[in-house]
């Protein structure tokens, strides 16, 4: 029985791992005025008609805080790149100099750090209510072993370490949530 217990501890932290995981990378697409390979990412470029990570077709440098610089492995992939970029509604304004794409970031307005910090809350949010369901499909394999037989201080002792597990997670998402908020509200 201890086993299986574990076992449900085990894929609970998993699964729980995983949503942190992807708070993480979604807190990265946020940018915090400060220019980050990272904020392009998510860009596919059309490489010889395969849709392919812009890291695999160029070398992605910030030269400094302000300014994102791509350099393209072929000269022809200029063009499809700086298409790529504004398709991908990044919000940022590639400018071609037939070597390389240059991409300034503006300074970011108050405005708009409030409407991020709003956006990394929801992300937040969202791995909460992720943490929250993996809690509750762990109590209901509790349950299932409480109706086979497991000793009812025993469930009630594995549900307690459920929502141990479930709390440590969730402070993990506060302390990222804090440290994003911070980032982005620093001028």
């Known amino acids: 029985m201890n086993e299986e217990l574990e076992m449900i501890y085990d894929m609970a932290k998993d699964s729980m791992s995983q949503s942190i995981d992807h708070l993480k990378k979604a807190l990265l697409k946020l940018r915090a005025g400060k220019a980050s390979p990272s904020m392009l990412e998510g860009v596919l470029v059309d490489y010889y008609g395969s849709m392919t990570p812009l890291s695999q077709v160029a070398n992605v440098n910030t030269p400094d805080a302000r300014m994102i610089s791509v350099q393209p492995w072929e000269k022809m992939m200029l063009e499809p790149i700086e298409k790529a970029i504004i398709n991908a509604n990044l919000g940022l304004n590639p400018q071609n100099n037939g070597e390389m794409i240059i991409i300034n970031i503006p300074a970011l307005t108050e405005e ?31 349950k299932k072993m409480k109706n086979d037989g497991l000793p009812e201080d025993m469930a009630k002792d594995a549900e307690n370490e459920v929502q141990n597990i479930t709390n440590s997670f969730s402070k993990k998402v506060d302390e990222l949530l804090a440290d994003k908020e911070k980032d982005i509200m620093t001028v």
């Open 112 to 142: 708009r750090r409030m409407e991020l910090v709003r956006k990394a809350r929801s992300e937040g949010e969202d791995a909460k209510i992720s943490i929250r369901n993996v809690r509750k499909d762990s109590n209901d394999e509790v």
